[in-house]
């Protein structure tokens, strides 16, 4: 089993910055991609950022320019760093890897989820 513990959410106000972080432990044989997601009240989860093995790169367009990922393949950890946060950044932000493990069999595992209210 892989396991995925994901923390750094909390409260910010407008502008503000803050890290997110999740660290995969497990079965881990490789990992070909790591990324974030959140979801809203009331919404469906999206798609926030994404990062390949090779460091290649994905954002929504809502968090471009604001927000950055990226890993640390030795640590088996991906980062979220936003900035210039807006109150429509509020959610709870989940980290998803996906990988292959020991047995040779591929697996999509996810974070508990961490809140990130961005209020004033």
């Known amino acids: 089993q892989v396991q995925l513990v994901d923390s750094g959410g909390g409260l910010v106000q407008p502008g503000g910055s803050l890290r997110l972080s999740c660290a995969a432990s497990g079965s881990i044989f490789s990992i070909y991609a790591m990324g974030w997601y959140r979801q809203a009240p009331g919404k469906q989860r999206e798609l926030v950022a994404a990062?390949?093995?090779?460091?290649?790169?994905n954002y929504a367009d809502s968090v471009k320019g604001r927000f950055t990922i990226s890993r640390d393949n030795a640590k088996n950890t991906v980062y979220l760093q936003m900035n210039s946060l807006k109150p429509e950044d509020t959610a709870v932000y989940y980290c998803?890897?996906?990988?292959?493990?020991?047995?040779?069999?591929?697996?999509?595992?996810w974070g508990q989820g961490t809140q990130v209210t961005v209020s004033s």
């Open positions: 990062i390949t093995s090779g460091g290649n790169t």
């Open positions: 998803n890897v996906e990988g292959r493990n020991y047995n040779l069999d591929d697996f999509s595992s």
